[in-house]
């Protein structure tokens, strides 16, 4: 058995995040966060605690919705989701996100698939992961070119959800809504604070006291590699093979 | 009905309604809308689309699309929708997943608009002319809220697992395709199969079939999803669909790809 | 859990909703209810209420009811409710029945309203203080529409055929039950009986089940819709609604048909 | 076999009334209108004319709604219901409707149960026929106590639908939304002008040439008494023995 894989402390941090959280929905290709919300609801399980809900939209296996597609909205309106994740082509120091693409709209290029439901869920879900692996300026940009949703509301605005946190391959960030901003909370191992400055297009509160993102202890990794990932390979079953790989190899 | 006819309903400059890739894409009316050629076509996205809108926008029928996203899912963009974007030869309406559902939901309900949160300062919000934003009259204080109006699709399509012989067409769970059908003026739905049981006989069948009372046309089409999977029935065809995604990056791979017959499908039967 | 368990969950001055006689009404938590004792109930009928609104008021625990009608149906008026009408003992907040719809739609949807068409002119809004009228911001001309405000209630109650062990509940086509439940804080139902199969294992049974997401407690209550019937299981006996209807025209009689144990349901089992 | 029953008579003067619809929503307890809507589908079938449809509201076997007791609102908003019927403990001279109760509201004595769905689908429903067969002053009022709906709307307001016409036990009005009021169209067998102007409490016009409410021909006739009656009997099956009974007396 390596080392503790990258990914691996990806989904610890996530199942870290969520800790608390009664429902949390997961995007249909988003096998990480998936990851973390099983994993969680594994500790949980195993703890005695109140069991964790996990919808998997597009899942068959994970879809405890009969009221089709519109029923995830429904739900995330009645406050009945407690977390969710979204990505974006851009992400800037705002938290605004933009997933419809780059220059100048419409005449975007790239094009990128739309927005989907952020411009909704964002204000609604009380806790929404940012979460995105490329590190890099392209993604992390100072003021995107489409804001999908924005990260923040102006008083009086109806919003009872937003950005916490903006986890990245190279680091982890929480996010201050009064500021607004990004406040650096820990690197991953491996990464230097330099390395994430260079590849970040926003500004970001950096304390001195930035540790690193902690790996899993050893019964929460055995949990994750055992229980978790056949639970995982029933939705996400090449991402499951490939990280079995990854570990053992 | 045969694909043919069905796809003979449709006219140019009609508004179609088409579901998200999960829930029952009648790909099998796609060659037929091809083969039909009607253009200046608008899509409503129920509230995503692929495959399909890609392929209609290919052959060059599609003057507009209202939609929340439009991809290939895991085999990436949409190489024939994001090709018209970039050259501007398609309008695209952007939304949010709820905002379309909130347009079928105010035309079902026969209201000229339905609210929705979130939106308020998002560029989705900026470039949607057609949506209002008010004060809630129900708060105290300024509470900005979006209208958006109801769309009234002119015609629905969609592909699901049975019909029986009464026209009332078996769903599943799958709800927004009665929205679909609620909100439009003629909905057109291939299946499967014709069963012989009455849908509407069994409390146990009812709960998912959309009554006849909204289907215009049926037509059977077996594997009329494919590449798509259809829930119950059977899988996506992925390597097909990131078959077509290699193909499509070019209009001449394109067009090559369309020439060749659609060899996952069985013919439909003559009905 | 148990009807007593369940009905402890009502506290005094809380909003219960309760389902239209033919849906599925549990009128097995009604004597729950009334050993219980939380007064100063708000009802709210979707849409319109009977036998169970007509006991609760006789008991003396309502403060107001919305409703669209309470009625006997063939049995005729609702004799609790009318003479407390009559007396003024209870507010009735009149309504109309897509206006209760309404009302639970921009709950479920998680908005602070929803329009509805119709009702301009009559009495029904005139009295209606909490309702809102604007006009369309959509329109050219002067349009005036309702807007009604989202209805959440503290609790919803009903009776359903099955549940499973996983606390899913099969409601067939009977989807106002759904929309009860999300819009209620709390939903609390009973059953004919508990079945080992997972409803949402199969698209035929999911199609109709309500996802134990939105289900707080359920208890085992067989026969818990009589005297009224239960769709696919068990016809209304309309001659004890009848015996009812005309016990029920003092107070004193009412008092009397309550005392007598609920002789057409078996006692639920211990579980 | 009797002559002509008089509710043969409402029966068939329903069937005229609804003709040329293709779908019409008939009330639970509702045994005359849903006569009179079956007896239209099946002459319309034996001619090979395009069908109708008929949705009985709470009737097991004639629920062809799949969504609840929201439905048949949503459909009649949606403009796929083209007649309905409405009754009244009043109606008035303008066609509005009182189904709360006599006397001052909230304190009605008596109360009704209440205004169902009237407040929506007077306004939306284009072919409503009110019936009443209880034709007596304390019915047809001057003016009614409490407007469940009315009869006409402002110019501006939204409005497809409303009254076109008045059947009751004694006569048939139609109803003219301009002036607005009703104007009788016909008697039925057995009753007089003066009768009907003393049991009406509201002005009507009245044309010279006001006739008979003609009875069906002797085909309908044997329609209606055969196939529409078994039609009938399987969700009236009381009104629809009782209707057998008196018309074999």
């Known amino acids: 058995m390596t080392e503790v894989h990258p990914r691996e402390i990806l989904i610890a941090t996530i199942t ?8 949390v929905a997961v995007g249909a290709s988003s096998p990480i966060p998936a990851a973390g919300a099983m994993l969680l609801r594994a500790m949980k399980k195993r703890a005695g605690a109140p069991p964790v809900r996990i919808s998997i939209l597009g899942s068959v296996e994970h879809n405890f919705f009969t009221n089709g597609s519109a029923e995830l909205f429904d739900c995330a309106g009645q406050g009945r989701i407690d977390a969710f994740f979204l990505g974006g082509g851009q992400i800037d120091g705002q938290a605004n996100i933009n997933l419809v693409g780059v220059g100048d ?21 009380p806790r929404v992961i940012l979460f995105r692996e490329e590190h890099s300026p392209r993604v992390f940009v100072d003021k995107v070119d489409f804001i999908s949703a924005p990260g923040t509301s102006a ?30 909370e820990s690197l991953h191992p491996g990464h230097a604070l330099e390395e994430v400055r260079e590849a970040t297009g926003f500004a970001f509160a950096d304390p001195r006291d930035t540790g690193r993102t902690p790996a899993p202890d050893r019964e929460t990794l055995a949990l994750l590699r055992g229980q978790v990932m056949d639970e995982l390979a029933e939705t996400y079953p090449e991402f499951a093979s490939q990280m079995r790989r990854e570990v053992h190899a | 009905m045969d694909l043919r006819g069905m796809a003979a309903r449709v006219e140019a400059g009609m508004q179609l309604a088409l579901p998200v890739d999960y829930a029952g894409v009648s790909m099998a009316m796609t060659r037929a ?22 392929q209609l926008i290919g052959a060059g029928l599609v003057r507009s699309v209202e939609t929340s996203a ?28 709820p905002a379309i559902h909130a347009a079928l939901m105010a035309a079902q309900k026969g209201n000229p608009f339905q609210p929705l949160r979130g939106l308020v300062g998002s560029d989705v919000l900026r470039f949607r002319p057609d949506w209002r934003m008010i004060d809630n009259p129900f708060a105290e204080d300024r509470d900005p809220i979006v209208l958006i109006p109801a ?8 592909h699901a697992p049975m019909a029986d012989r009464n026209g009332n067409v078996w769903i599943g769970r799958r709800r ?9 003026g003629q909905t057109l739905v291939t299946v499967e199969r014709i069963i012989d049981e009455n849908l509407l006989g069994s409390e ?43 193909a499509a990056r070019t209009a001449e791979g394109f067009a090559t790809y369309m020439a060749q017959p659609a060899a996952g499908r069985a013919e439909e039967p003559a009905q």
Chains 1, 4 share one sequence.
Not at chain 1, 16 to 23: A, K, M, S, Y
Not at chain 2, 33 to 54: H, K, M, Y
Request: with cysteine.
């Open chain 2, 204 to 246: 146990t069948s009812a709960a998912g079939t959309l009554p006849a009372l909204y289907v215009t046309e049926i037509a059977v089409a077996p594997r009329g999803a494919w590449p798509y999977g259809l829930w119950g029935e059977y899988a996506t065809d992925t390597a097909e669909i990131l078959r077509y995604a290699k």
């Open chain 2, 33 to 54: 809308l091809i083969e039909r050629g009607a253009g200046d076509l608008d899509l409503f996205c129920v509230p995503t689309g692929g495959l399909q809108v890609d």
């Open chain 2, 151 to 158: 769309a009234r699709p002119d015609i629905a399509i969609f």
């Open chain 2, 70 to 97: 439009v991809s290939l899912g895991e085999a990436g963009g949409a190489p024939r929708f994001n090709q018209a974007v970039g050259e501007g030869r398609i309008v695209v309406r952007d939304a949010t997943c």
């Open chain 2, 176 to 184: 927004e395709l009665a929205a679909m059908a609620y909100a439009a």
């Open chain 1, 105 to 125: 709209y419409p005449a975007s290029t790239p094009r990128w698939p739309g927005s989907f439901g952020s411009a909704y869920l964002y204000f609604v879900v």
């Open chain 1, 16 to 23: 870290r995040l969520l800790d608390g959280v009664r429902h």
């Open chain 1, 155 to 184: 008083p009086g605005v109806h919003r009872t959800g937003g950005p916490v946190a903006l986890l990245t391959g190279k680091a982890l960030f929480s996010f201050d809504k009064t500021r607004p901003g990004f406040t650096l």
